[in-house]
């Protein structure tokens, strides 16, 4: 039966397949973003603004040790898929096994760094003496579980490279409703405060993990054997050439956090630091329906350009990009249209608090939707930047999807956060966004379109 269904993306309309693949990919996300949402929602209200400046700097790297796995998931999964389309199953055995392998010693290496220089790091992030120690309390407890996290991302996506999306659907799902109610029991009925919310997340860890690694011990297509754990050179170099796109693009990402949160302490001050907050928390929600596009179609694309049905991988390309474009044309007007809302729903009742979080909660609901609405601002055409990188990466084209992956954070974003900010204040952070969004936009079309007109060409029989 698995086989059947990773051999049907090959075989079924690219249209349903798109929609089997996407929507699942969607809704695991929207839970893991609405569970980022209301956890920071919770800190918000429960315990403060501060709080939320506390999350912000702890993000970066946390998110670069976890985004080891969803790299080496990412790069690997291309490799796994096309050995599935081709017929290689022995290879794919041997990918799987390396990737676990590889996750697990390079994000427990940076983990135990991490946990070693915690207080220079913690500085580093650019955290201030008003939030620095419950930050380093975040930060610690985080790390405590953080190989648990690696290893689930890396899972996920060799989930939806078997063509099993609704279970990396639930894999995404289960810790996110897990990590909610923790939050609420930890927090608010315990009182446990920034503690709490740390071994919330920590707990939502474990559960992600223990339900992938059941996945692949009971359902999985995938049965591994000791030998397939033991690293294989040519394997390691074919997977790592094509995670270092994620993980190049991941970690642009985080240095990209890390540069906004000093930029801002730089111009403005810690309640900067927590609209930013907001917004990335903002950014992952709202535009969860497009990246699940992006993330249904590399399996998609991999596998038939594995099986060499290029007229498939044609029409994915294009289905993806007009379903992308869609979805983020009703983001962007919703985005526009209520931005006070969402903001919102950060704030605790000023009523409820002390004088001085009164005053603060004022100043970021003064200062977040305009902010919020620059950021969104090109969001109707950004699915082109992201299928453009994803496609060069999911017919093994390394160094292309490389320079497309870094394109917005790195190439334009980073320069425009360092360079504007001096002329305009903390609104340049904002304006730089939408100007990053369209520039890499251009540059991405401008060579996927070039590649398809000259790699996508020869129909085949089974086409």
Do not use: H
């Amino acid at each position: 039966m698995a086989k059947v269904t990773s051999e049907a993306l090959g075989k079924q309309p690219i249209g349903k397949l798109l929609v089997q693949q996407a929507v699942p990919a969607s809704i695991g996300i929207l839970v893991m973003s609405l569970n980022m949402i209301v956890d920071t929602i919770f800190l918000g209200r429960w315990i403060g603004p501060l709080a939320i400046s506390a999350i912000t700097v702890v993000l970066p790297f946390t998110f670069f040790i976890g985004a080891i796995g969803l790299a080496i998931g990412i790069g690997g999964s291309s490799v796994l898929s096309r050995a599935l389309g081709a017929g290689n199953r022995s290879k794919a055995l041997r990918v799987f096994g390396n990737q676990i392998t590889l996750t697990f010693l390079s994000s427990g290496t940076l983990a135990i760094l991490g946990l070693v220089f915690q207080d220079f790091f913690i500085t580093f992030f650019g955290a201030d003496d008003s939030f620095a120690e419950i930050a380093l309390t975040y930060y610690r407890i985080i790390l405590y579980g953080i190989v648990m996290l690696s290893l689930s991302m890396m899972g996920n996506s060799v989930i939806r490279a078997e063509g099993q999306p609704k279970f990396a659907m639930i894999a995404m799902i289960l810790p996110a409703i897990a990590n909610i109610g923790m939050d609420y029991i930890l927090i608010n009925r315990l009182g446990y405060g920034m503690e709490g919310a740390s071994w919330a997340t920590f707990i939502s860890y474990a559960i992600c993990f223990g339900f992938i690694a059941w996945f692949f011990i009971r359902k999985s297509e995938l049965r591994l054997s000791f030998s397939s754990f033991v690293l294989q050179t040519a394997i390691v170099k074919e997977i790592s050439g094509l995670s270092f796109v994620t993980l190049a693009r991941q970690g642009t990402i985080a240095v990209l956090g890390i540069l906004i949160n000093n930029v801002l302490d730089t111009y403005g001050d810690a309640l900067d630091i927590a609209v930013y907050g907001i917004i990335s928390r903002m950014l992952m929600f709202a535009l969860f329906p497009v990246i699940g596009v992006n993330q249904g179609f590399m399996p998609i694309a991999g596998y038939n350009y594995g099986a060499k049905l290029y007229d498939r991988v044609r029409e994915v390309i294009n289905t993806s990009i007009r379903y992308g474009g869609l979805l983020g044309i009703c983001i962007f007007c919703v985005i526009m249209l209520f931005p006070d809302f969402f903001v919102a729903l950060f704030l605790s009742n000023s009523d409820t608090v002390d004088p001085t979080t009164a005053q603060n909660n004022i100043e970021i609901l003064n200062r977040t939707p305009s902010a919020l609405r620059w950021v969104f601002m090109a969001t109707p055409v950004i699915i082109v930047q992201l299928i453009g990188s994803a496609y060069f990466q999911c017919i093994g084209k390394i160094i292309p999807a490389l320079l497309l992956s870094l394109t917005k954070q790195g190439f334009f974003l980073i320069p425009l956060i360092i360079i504007l900010p001096s002329f305009m204040g903390v609104l340049g952070v904002w304006i730089a966004f939408p100007i990053a969004d369209i520039l890499s936009t251009a540059f991405t079309g401008y060579f996927l379109n070039k590649e398809i007109r000259k790699t996508l060409v020869t129909p085949t029989a089974g086409a």
